[in-house]
């Protein structure tokens, strides 16, 4: 099969993050953009997310359609785009400033789509056989019904591969494990030089600690994120936690 040549197609709609409009008690996700990859590279709890979705992608039968959901700057679309290199792939990211930089990052591939909405504006005019979903939910208005669109989304018997920080984002204690691993890797003035380019991540994860004290932004337990997502109609195959213990990793199939 030839790899589908789809350009670099972007679906624009203005459809900002609409978790709340009061822009004081979340993430300025555009602000975030231009940093994330920066320390992302430096963090090794996200890279060993990022290798455990590598070795997901392996186990199971090449899906023709992925959609990642909330997909950011693109590191899982590039991951799958380089694993499924015949498979149509989805970038779904209301940010405008975060899916700029998957398009400059991810421009070499040919088989992504870049879709600028939320998920609640997408439609079910194809169905995907798998659907990522990383860091994302939690940030959702209604997480029920976000998953239930998720539902929609796939074919019946596809995949949900699902990872959703579910505590609190405790702030001095990632920016004590992320200094002290910058330190090994690179020296102090190697740490200090990431970091002081990388500050902006600070200032966003404070903010999204505040939204999650508010209320504005979803924090759960293992059991919470479990049970919510087989009530929408998945069965869950694996479930483990993550990320030092924040985040939640769920493998789950579309029930028929």
């Not at 455990?52 to 392996?58: N, T």
Request: aromatic share 10%; proline share 4%.
């Amino acid at each position: 099969m030839q790899p589908r040549d789809l350009g670099a197609r972007l679906v624009h709609v203005d459809v900002l993050r609409p978790e709340t409009t009061d822009r004081s008690v979340r993430a300025d996700w555009s602000a975030y953009a231009t940093a994330y990859d920066l320390l992302s590279e430096h963090n090794p709890a996200y890279q060993a997310l990022l290798h455990e979705f590598e070795a997901f992608l392996a186990t199971i039968e090449t899906p023709q359609s992925i959609y990642d959901i909330g997909g950011g700057t693109g590191n899982y679309t590039e991951i799958a785009a380089r694993a499924c290199p015949d498979s149509e792939i989805r970038l779904i990211e209301p940010d405008p400033h975060m899916i700029e930089a998957a398009q400059a990052k991810l421009a070499a591939h040919r088989n992504i789509i870049y879709d600028n909405r939320a998920l609640e504006a997408v439609g079910a005019s194809s169905t995907a056989d798998l659907i990522v979903c990383v860091h994302a939910l939690y940030a959702m208005p209604e997480q029920e019904q976000r998953l239930k669109d998720m539902r929609r989304l796939l074919s019946p018997g596809g995949w949900l591969y699902l990872v959703d920080l579910g505590r609190y984002m405790n702030v001095a204690d990632w920016r004590s494990y992320l200094f002290s691993s910058l330190r090994k890797e690179q020296g102090l003035a190697g740490a200090l030089r990431v970091f002081w380019q990388g500050r902006e991540i600070a200032t966003q994860n404070k903010a999204i600690y505040e939204a999650q004290k508010t209320g504005v932004y979803w924090t759960h337990s293992e059991a919470e994120i479990v049970s919510l997502v087989t009530e929408t109609g998945f069965e869950v195959i694996k479930h483990k936690p993550v990320y030092r213990g924040y985040s939640d990793l769920l493998v789950c199939r579309a029930t028929a």
